[in-house]
């Protein structure tokens, strides 16, 4: 069956790369190794559901399975979710498939048999768009498209058997250090940038957080210089995208890399000292001033506004 394919490693994101492929009026069929995965798919819009079975617990060493696979099948696209795996995957197919590769999309369409994607460059300062005249790997951060539910929709589920490559094999596995929250999917951001002088200080943004039962963000450097934050706590091009309602920044300059990110959210507030700081071209609603001052008045106004 010639049209979509699609594949990622949580059910979530699998239903948002089917809703992103629903709208091209092809058909959509999904890939998974989720026994459970399978029906589940159906509901969320797939009209196939490939059940991929074997035996080796990296999914990764399927590429070459699934590239034959969507060989056989002659879909137009391949969408891919992009998480670690997801990547790992994409970038095995298309090497397999000797075609090309467009990496972490922010838009997709259909048009007259062709796919149009746009996607930042030049670390975000930019944008591509990219016409696919043929078969592509397509990869798609994570939450780019809402899902949709199809009440009663159901798919036929075929069950493939696969072989892996198993010149890789996992010996160990080991949990990362991570917050439990979903940024990605929170609706209200605090964000903390580097102009905390120190950690106990992050306890003013924590607090600010709680009466506004905001999930914690923060820049690159609060993670990987200072390591203040866990894994998967920075937001940017190379961090998490986040779609808030309402985003605020606190202490962050607002540069390119860590803009990207926040661009979809709804409403951006800055707290900054430095009333040229870039941070305030991308916001809605600026403050300008010591933050160290600015965080608990703002923490005891909203506070007061809840009671
Ligand atoms: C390839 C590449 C990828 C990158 N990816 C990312 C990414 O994904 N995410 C990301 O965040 N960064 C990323 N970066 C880093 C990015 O370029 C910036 O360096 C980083 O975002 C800056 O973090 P910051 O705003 O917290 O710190 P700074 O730029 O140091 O800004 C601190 C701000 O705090 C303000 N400030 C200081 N004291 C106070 C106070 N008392 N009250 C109020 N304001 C105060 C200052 O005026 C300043 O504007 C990337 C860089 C590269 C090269």
């Known amino acids: 069956?010639?049209?979509?394919?699609?594949?990622?490693?949580t059910v979530e994101a699998c239903a948002s790369l089917i809703s992103a492929a629903y709208g091209s009026a092809r058909g959509v069929c999904a890939l998974t190794f989720d026994e459970?995965?399978?029906?589940?798919?159906?509901?969320?819009?797939?009209?196939?559901?490939?059940?991929?079975?074997?035996?080796?617990?990296?999914?990764?060493?399927?590429a070459k399975a699934i590239a034959a696979l969507l060989a056989k099948e002659g879909p137009e696209v391949f969408l891919v979710g992009s998480s670690t795996t997801g990547r790992e995957i994409a970038a095995k197919v298309a090497m397999y498939l000797d075609c090309g590769l467009v990496g972490d999309i922010s838009s997709l369409a259909f048009e007259g048999g062709k796919t149009i994607t746009t996607r930042y460059i030049y670390g975000g300062a930019a944008i591509q768009t990219e016409v696919l005249d043929g078969y592509a790997v397509v990869t798609v951060p994570k939450g780019k498209f809402e899902a949709r539910k199809y009440e009663g929709k159901t798919s036929d589920v075929i069950t493939l058997k696969v072989e892996s490559d198993n010149r890789v094999t996992?010996?160990?596995?080991?949990?990362?250090?991570?917050?439990?929250?979903?940024?990605?999917a929170a609706n209200i951001v605090v964000c903390i940038g580097m102009g905390f002088d120190k950690k106990e200080d992050m306890k003013i943004a924590e607090?600010?957080?709680?009466?506004?039962?905001?999930?914690?963000?923060?820049?690159?450097?609060i993670v990987e210089e200072r390591h203040w934050l866990p894994a998967g706590s920075y937001?940017?091009?190379?961090?998490?995208?986040?779609?808030?309602?309402?985003?605020?920044?606190?202490?962050?300059?607002?540069?390119?890399?860590?803009?990207?990110g926040i661009?979809?959210?709804?409403?951006?507030?800055?707290?900054?000292?430095?009333?040229?700081?870039?941070?305030?071209?991308?916001?809605?609603?600026?403050?300008?001033?010591?933050?160290?001052?600015?965080?608990?008045?703002?923490?005891?106004?909203?506070?007061?506004?809840?009671?």
């Open 1 to 9: 069956m010639p049209g979509i394919f699609v594949y990622a490693d």
């Open 36 to 62: 459970k995965r399978a029906d589940e798919l159906g509901g969320y819009g797939a009209d196939k559901v490939f059940l991929l079975k074997g035996d080796n617990p990296m999914q990764e060493s399927y």
């Open 207 to 221: 607090d600010l957080g709680r009466v506004l039962g905001a999930t914690i963000g923060c820049t690159r450097g």
């Open 170 to 184: 996992l010996k160990e596995t080991i949990p990362l250090e991570k917050d439990s929250k979903d940024l990605g």
């Open 235 to 260: 937001i940017g091009i190379s961090g998490t995208t986040v779609k808030p309602s309402m985003y605020i920044s606190l202490g962050v300059s607002g540069q390119i890399q860590h803009v990207v």
């Open 263 to 307: 661009r979809d959210s709804k409403i951006i507030v800055a707290v900054n000292s430095n009333a040229n700081a870039p941070i305030f071209m991308a916001a809605d609603y600026g403050i300008v001033g010591d933050m160290y001052e600015i965080i608990p008045l703002l923490t005891e106004a909203i506070r007061d506004v809840k009671v």
